[in-house]
């Protein structure tokens, strides 16, 4: 590798960051450069472990081959066609690989497999999905969309509208929707391993939205199985179950957004998987192309298909697409990816992962400012107490030395998340664990 100094350092200026504080990045910036397997290189020549699989998409590790070569190879033969009308096999062979390990076990694998271009575009997807399924079986009235606080689902008009982040929601206006309560309970749950043991009554707040605006109204919830971006936040024993079953006593459809959990976070290929909870519709981007192309998917039930494929066969089922769904570099990279998922047993290995995992992160407990630790399958996250009037400095201040000390973490507010790629090594696990622990000793 070519060695990078200061002098590569680009000029800042033009490039508007995303979710990013702008002034405050382009006085100090932290620049990546070039990355594999475990680790990325900054500019001046720094490794950095990527604690955090880039942004919770980098699976099977950095600069895999295998998905170059597959984008070298379709960029030259087929760069780009159109899935409007038209079809190339491309997206079909990845749909039908996809279809060979959809959330839902073999029973009720939710195959019918629609592509997009991130998460936010799944999201919004899955919700007109869910409305005009609906609508299509003659429940027309059912427009009411249900998400629930502190949920994240992107940045569409839709996503913010269900989502349950303040910040992301209060500038913009929204579609009609409602929240139930989010089940971050630190008084009863901290420190528990795996799922909190409180808060499975918090799933009957989709009872009492029923009450409030008649189910007649609503056409789907949506959740995260487990919400990353807030945080890690995970669900009660048994709040899914129970979730599934009073969406079904409705007839509102249940959405599971996996944009984090699907392809193997948490053990299993997908959280679906995980908790044996089967929704109508599932949604998933970032891991299904190891995040080197952008692309999602929302894996529908058969029931949702065949719900909206009763009109006239020459007519369009559903008005909604995008330019890139299917994008044939896309759908090479992700049957690249799943070709390395399946032949290193990516999608299930964090279950040998779990406990090691558990135990390392646990060991912080005691530390300065930790308030409490959670984990599931191979996501972590570390909520420290704030700084008085100053919410989110303290871990802003720990992710900026672990960086300089050549770790990459992710901070939401005051938590520290941590979601390494599933190739990760018990010798990496101890690294981070090591370098955050000496980083939480000297916050402030
Ligand atoms: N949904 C969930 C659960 C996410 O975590 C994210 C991104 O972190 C999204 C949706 C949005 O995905 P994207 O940033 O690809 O639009």
Not at 34 to 49: F, H, R
Not at 157 to 183: E, K
Request: aromatic share 8%; with cysteine.
């Amino acid at each position: 590798m070519d060695h990078l100094s200061k002098s590569n350092t680009p000029s800042l200026e033009n490039f508007w960051m995303p979710f990013t504080a702008n002034r405050q990045f382009k006085a100090a910036p932290r620049l990546l450069a070039s990355a594999e397997g475990m680790y990325y290189t900054d500019i001046d020549g720094n490794k950095v472990l990527d604690g955090t699989a880039g942004l919770w998409c980098v699976n099977a590790g950095h600069g895999r081959k295998r998905i170059t070569e597959a984008v070298e190879r379709q960029l030259r033969t087929l760069d780009f066609a159109p899935t409007f009308q038209m079809g190339h096999p491309v997206a079909f062979d990845f749909a039908e690989r996809l279809a060979a390990i959809a959330p839902g076990g073999p029973d009720a694998r939710l195959d019918r497999v629609f592509f997009t271009g991130s998460g936010s575009e799944s999201v919004d997807t899955a919700l007109k999905i869910a409305i005009a399924y609906q609508r299509s079986i003659g429940q027309g009235t059912r427009t009411r969309l249900i998400g629930r606080e502190k949920g994240y689902h992107g940045v569409g008009f839709g996503g913010i509208s269900v989502g349950g982040l303040v910040n992301n929601r209060r500038v913009f206006p929204q579609i009609p929707a409602d929240h139930m309560r989010h089940t971050l309970d630190i008084e009863r749950n901290a420190f528990s391993k795996g799922l909190p043991p409180h808060g499975l009554e918090l799933a009957e707040d989709l009872e009492r939205l029923v009450a409030l605006h008649g189910a007649e109204t609503i056409a789907a919830v949506i959740v995260e199985p487990m919400s990353g971006s807030a945080g890690v936040i995970l669900p009660p024993k048994g709040y899914l179950e129970r979730l599934r079953a009073i969406a079904d006593k409705y007839g509102i459809l249940l959405i599971f957004d996996e944009v984090i959990t699907g392809f193997g976070r948490l053990g299993t290929p997908f959280a679906t998987d995980y908790f044996g909870v089967v929704p109508d519709l599932v949604t998933t981007a970032k891991g299904i192309t190891n995040g080197a192309i952008p692309m999602g998917a929302v894996f529908a039930s058969r029931k949702v298909y065949d719900g909206l494929m009763n009109g006239p066969e020459g007519q369009i089922e559903l008005f909604h697409g995008y330019t890139y769904s299917g994008h044939p570099v896309a759908s090479a990279a992700g049957i690249a990816t799943l070709d390395i998922y399946e032949e290193e047993g990516l999608l299930t290995r964090g279950a040998g992962l779990a406990d090691t995992w558990q135990d390392a992160l646990h060991s912080l407990k005691g530390l300065p400012h930790v308030a409490d630790i959670r984990n599931l399958g191979v996501v972590g996250a570390v909520e420290l107490t704030s700084r008085d009037g100053a919410p989110g400095a303290r871990a802003y201040d720990v992710f900026v030395d672990c960086f300089r000390k050549g770790l990459l973490i992710r901070v939401t507010g005051d938590i520290i998340a941590l979601s390494p790629p599933l190739i990760i090594e018990k010798e990496e696990i101890e690294k981070i664990v090591s370098i955050l622990g000496d980083a939480l000793k000297r916050a402030q």
